[in-house]
């Protein structure tokens, strides 16, 4: 499609990069699971500017995009700093219980399975290190203050190792997953872990109803970069603004900062604090499970989580994951552009079990969402920062990083 000639400016333009209607839909079911992780998957960035920023030749958006798009970096390594402020309430914990599925796993869990780490990046600061040989090869490692937790894919293994709890996840690489030698359908679970992550899925948002400019030069680990700045057209968005900074040299985005239309902190900030774009030794992506460490294999895990059973659930809600999955199958994208909203019909009638009806987990429940009236009857408004989500009492969802007020109004106009 054209670039957007309307934002250029000697160092500003535009363009777009479509994306699938399946995969831009993804961004929206997180947050139905795990209120707010949608933010990483809707495109990050940081707020870029150091003193001195470099003086580099002009670009226009689009120039800038293609760059990225032709970039051909296969190799890297580096030390990645993640922030998020989600706006989420203190749980006390729970909010981790809940993220992983709040499906009881049994004797079949295990705390080096990558999906029991989602969660962790979806609020407060972490540092990553990662690295990257090409398709085949990725590493990335979660540290923590007195432990350490590490992804690893290297040809048709996918191993995950939580030294605190000693446990060693396996798996096998599906070859047929998108991008050829990807890490199966556990690795498609795991969290974006670098700034060229958060990106690619910003990007995809990137339609006639985004404005997208170039807004100077900053420095970061060290490496000069552009900053890209995509930003909603349209209002009712509670996203204001996409800042990306982009490797002069190589293409390769370095930072990644989104900031909400309310204002405030960033919701999350991602960018390396040391990179390099050398050839990781090989040797960092073997493993080999330590010696007395519990293993668990993918086949087994899988077993472990049939046997698995909800706790609390309201009636008529689904009775598994998979039946959860299954509601997913009728999900459909209201609106366009930033102001999309996925909708869904769990099954449920009767809504979330709120206020006295849902005895104390109904009082809990009501106290984290707002209720609201509407052509769909009742329902209640679970919000973070960036996503907000309505259950209404005829078991339909709508989710989307809008407003509250935007939300009710895309679910008055389904009915």
């Not at 046997?307 to 689904?318: I, Q, S, Y």
Request: avoid cysteine; charge should be negative; hydrophobic fraction near 35%.
């Amino acid at each position: 499609m054209a670039p957007y000639e309307s934002d250029d400016t000697t160092t500003a333009g535009a363009t777009r990069e479509p994306g699938a209607g399946r995969r831009r839909a993804a961004r929206y079911v997180v947050p139905v699971t795990v209120m707010g992780v949608a933010a990483a998957t809707i495109g990050l960035v940081p707020a870029i500017a150091n003193s001195g920023d470099p003086d580099l030749p002009e670009i226009t958006a689009a120039q800038l995009i293609e760059k990225m798009a032709e970039s051909d970096t296969e190799q890297l390594s580096g030390t990645v700093k993640i922030t998020t402020d989600l706006g989420l309430p203190d749980l006390g914990g729970l909010e981790s219980s809940l993220a992983s599925g709040a499906l009881d796993r049994g004797e079949g869990g295990s705390s080096a399975d990558p999906s029991a780490k989602l969660t962790e990046l979806a609020s407060g600061t972490h540092t990553l290190r990662v690295a990257v040989d090409g398709p085949d090869r990725q590493k990335v490692s979660l540290l923590e203050s007195a432990a350490e937790y590490s992804l690893i894919h290297n040809g048709k293994d996918v191993w995950g190792y939580d030294s605190a709890s000693d446990e060693v996840y396996h798996g096998i690489a599906d070859e047929s997953a998108e991008g050829g030698s990807a890490e199966g359908e556990k690795g498609k679970q795991q969290p974006p872990a670098t700034p060229k992550d958060f990106a690619e899925e910003a990007l995809k948002a990137v339609d006639d109803t985004t404005s997208v400019t170039v807004d100077g030069t900053a420095q970061v680990a060290g490496r000069d970069a552009y900053k890209l700045v995509v930003k909603p057209k349209q209002s009712g968005s509670t996203v204001g603004a996409i800042s990306i900074a982009v490797d002069h040299r190589t293409g390769t985005p370095l930072k990644f900062t989104l900031t909400p239309a309310s204002g405030g902190a960033a919701v999350v900030d991602v960018g390396f604090t040391k990179v390099s774009f050398d050839r990781p030794a090989a040797s960092t992506f073997d493993f080999t499970p330590p010696k007395g460490a519990k293993v668990t294999e993918e086949g087994a895990l899988e077993d472990g989580k049939k046997g698995g059973k909800l706790t609390g659930r309201p009636e008529g809600a689904p009775k598994s994951e998979e039946d959860l999955s299954k509601g997913l199958d009728g999900l459909k994208i209201l609106g366009e552009g930033w102001n999309s909203v996925a909708t869904f019909d769990t099954g449920a009638e009767g809504g979330l079990p709120t206020g006295s009806e849902g005895g104390d987990l109904g009082g809990f429940l009501g106290s984290l969402g707002d209720q609201v009236k509407g052509e769909f009857g009742t329902g209640t408004v679970f919000s973070t920062r960036l996503v907000n989500a309505l259950f209404t009492e005829d078991g339909k969802v709508y989710v989307g990083a809008v407003t509250k007020d935007a939300l009710v109004k895309a679910a008055n106009e389904a009915k």
